[in-house]
């Protein structure tokens, strides 16, 4: 069986990157925009990585522009306001869709491993966070408005 660590995706410079390089760790995966009503959860995300990293613990953080056209900047634009506005240090990939035909396979399978509300696999709006384990599975879907200081004691589980 393959888990999501079998993946290539997009770096933000747009060269591949395999996620196993993250294998074994628990990963907190995230669709993120810079001109959304939640984007001020960057910053509770990097609290929560910088709390969990040196445990085996790390966001992944993928742009979309597909709700409401909230990330319409390019790579090195989405990296600026990133690391400026919030200090951002964990990675931020390239800009991706999460729906639709051209939905990046990572999120294909993050969606049916954690369906949404009624089984609905679509993502609903920017920030919607996939919890996974260290084996690569994914373990649970979270709401763009739950907001990341709510997920440490599901993460302290998996560490």
Do not use: H
């Not at 990585?49 to 445990?55: H, S």
């Not at 729906?99 to 920030?127: C, H, T, V, Y």
């Not at 919607?128 to 993460?155: C, H, M, Q, W």
């Amino acid at each position: 069986m393959t888990t999501i660590t079998d993946l290539s995706i997009r770096g933000a410079d747009g060269a591949p990157v395999a996620l196993d390089r993250w294998a074994g760790q628990v990963l907190l995966i995230v669709n993120t925009a810079s001109q959304c009503g939640f984007t001020p959860q960057y910053e509770g995300l990097e609290a929560l990585y910088r709390r969990y990293a040196e445990r085996g613990f790390a966001v992944l953080a993928f742009p979309c522009n597909q709700f409401g056209s909230q990330e319409p900047g390019d790579a090195a634009e989405i990296a600026s306001f990133c690391s400026l506005t919030y200090d951002v240090t964990f990675p931020v990939f390239a800009k991706i869709d999460v729906n639709g035909a051209a939905a990046d396979p990572l999120f294909d399978r993050l969606k049916a491993a954690a369906p949404g509300l009624l089984g609905s696999q679509a993502i609903k709006w920017n920030f919607t966070k996939f919890l996974v384990n260290r084996s690569g599975k994914v373990v649970r879907r979270y709401a763009p408005t739950t907001k990341p200081e709510a997920l440490a004691a599901d993460i302290e589980a998996l560490l």
